[in-house]
């Protein structure tokens, strides 16, 4: 099944956060650009380099206008302690059956393993970078907070 590029949609979805709070896509339309990360696993050595450089990067992100949001088919409960753990300070959603990164696309690592890609979706809910890197923790951060930074001023 072919991915989410640039230039379509962003599937609408709601979910669960690691607090118990529900985030709808659709509610940052108009408002706020989006930062969707899918990462493998939480506390694996690359998925917490990725997800401390988002952390370590957040206020960036808030002031050009855009909010992170991690995914992963981890569980609410490890995503509390991973949050908890590292100081993580945005949303984590659990995708325990999939569906969301099936939604998306969301290539598998060598055919068997949940992939590494990040969404930046813009205020319409268009999406304005796909970006898909399995080793590169850094990368991710990097290539979003500049495609948000492009993205015009409400």
């Known amino acids: 099944m072919p991915g989410v590029r640039v230039g379509d949609s962003a599937p609408d979805f709601t979910a669960t956060t690691q607090d118990g709070n529900t985030v709808r896509?659709?509610?940052?339309?108009?408002?706020?650009?989006?930062?969707?990360?899918?990462?493998?696993?939480d506390d694996t050595p690359v998925c917490t380099k990725e997800a401390c450089s988002f952390r370590d990067a957040y206020q960036a992100f808030r002031?050009?206008?855009?909010?992170?949001?991690?995914?992963?088919?981890?569980?609410?409960?490890?995503?509390?302690?991973?949050?908890?753990k590292h100081r993580l300070s945005y949303p984590l959603i659990s995708d325990r059956d999939g569906s969301?990164?099936?939604?998306?696309?969301?290539?598998?690592?060598?055919?068997?393993?949940?992939?590494?890609?990040t969404y930046v979706i813009d205020r319409e809910g268009i999406v304005r970078l796909a970006f898909t890197a399995a080793f590169?923790?850094?990368?991710?951060?990097?290539?979003?907070?500049?495609?948000?930074?492009?993205?015009?001023s409400p």
């Open 25 to 41: 896509l659709a509610d940052y339309r108009g408002s706020q650009a989006v930062v969707l990360f899918f990462y493998p696993a």
């Open 63 to 84: 002031d050009a206008g855009a909010e992170v949001i991690g995914v992963s088919g981890d569980s609410a409960e490890s995503h509390q302690r991973f949050a908890g």
């Open 100 to 117: 969301l990164r099936k939604a998306f696309g969301v290539p598998k690592l060598l055919g068997l393993f949940p992939g590494r890609t």
């Open 136 to 152: 590169s923790s850094e990368g991710h951060k990097r290539e979003a907070l500049a495609a948000v930074k492009r993205l015009p």
